[in-house]
T-cell receptor
Framework: EDQVTQSPEALRLQEGESSSLNCSYTVSGLRGLFWYRQDPGKGPEFLFTLYSAGEEKEKERLKATLTKKESFLHITAPKPEDSATYLC???????????????FGTGTQLKVEL | GAVVSQHPSRVICKSGTSVKIECRSLDFQATTMFWYRQFPKQSLMLMAT?????????EQGVEKDKFLINHASLTLSTLTVTSAHPEDSSFYIC????????????FGPGTRLTVL
């Protein structure tokens, strides 16, 4: 069974204080690892997809990296508007229907303070 | 691009009634749509996968007769919660996978269902 574990559960940062969020996963065969941002009462917003170990992607203050066992979401010089819950999900290799399925972690709730 | 809408955003209903939630892909065609539910401070749990023109595939433990899914076109899927009870109160979110695109799923804004 595919599993995704995110840590920490919650993180408080001062504005400008860089940090990393962790996503550890176990999957029979990784098709893709996804990062989403979710604001309270809203649906997840797509950030990145990573497909193979060693891959990195960046978007503004965010950078996602991937190894064979985990992914990191690095936040550089965060601002209060980066406050949100960050979700990690994996998609396993499989048949068309099952291969589309995303298994989510419980997220890291990030709070960036002035 | 890749915008998904849901309607309604909030609904309050009495126990025993049925509620229909619509999910639309606004600027792309989606062969596959997904329905999730999310309880407070918990992650998204996949309920079912909806393919255009065929029956939905339900996850283990999800009652297909209670949660009726119809994927009528490449841009519309509906979830009907039949005979709703207070324990069905939750945040329901749909997502869509773009036709011929990569594996990204784009999510709607969610529907907050409260059953009294």
């Amino acid at each position: 069974e595919d599993q995704v574990t995110q840590s920490p559960e919650a993180l408080r940062l001062q504005e400008g204080e860089s940090s990393s969020l962790n996503c550890s996963y176990t999957v029979s065969g990784l098709r893709g690892l996804f990062w989403y941002r979710q604001d309270p009462g809203k649906g997840p917003e797509f950030l990145f997809t990573l497909y193979s170990a060693g891959e990195e992607k960046e978007k503004e203050r965010l950078k996602a990296t991937l190894t064979k066992k985990e992914s990191f979401l690095h936040i550089t010089a965060p601002k209060p508007e980066d406050s949100a819950t960050y979700l990690c999900a994996v998609q396993a290799v499989g048949l068309t229907g099952g291969g589309n399925k995303l298994t989510f972690g419980t997220g890291t709730q990030l709070k960036v303070e002035l | 691009g890749a915008v998904v809408s849901q309607h309604p955003s909030r609904v309050i209903c009495k126990s025993g009634t049925s509620v229909k939630i619509e999910c639309r892909s606004l600027d792309f065609q989606a062969t596959t749509m997904f329905w999730y539910r999310q309880f407070p401070k918990q992650s998204l749990m996949l309920m079912a996968t909806s393919n255009e023109g065929s029956k939905a595939t339900y996850e283990q433990g999800v009652e297909k007769d209670k949660f009726l899914i119809n994927h009528a076109s490449l841009t519309l899927s509906t979830l009907t919660v039949t005979s709703a009870h207070p324990e069905d109160s939750s945040f329901y979110i749909c997502s869509a996978r773009a036709l011929l695109e990569t594996n990204e799923q784009f999510f709607g804004p969610g529907t907050r269902l409260t059953v009294l």
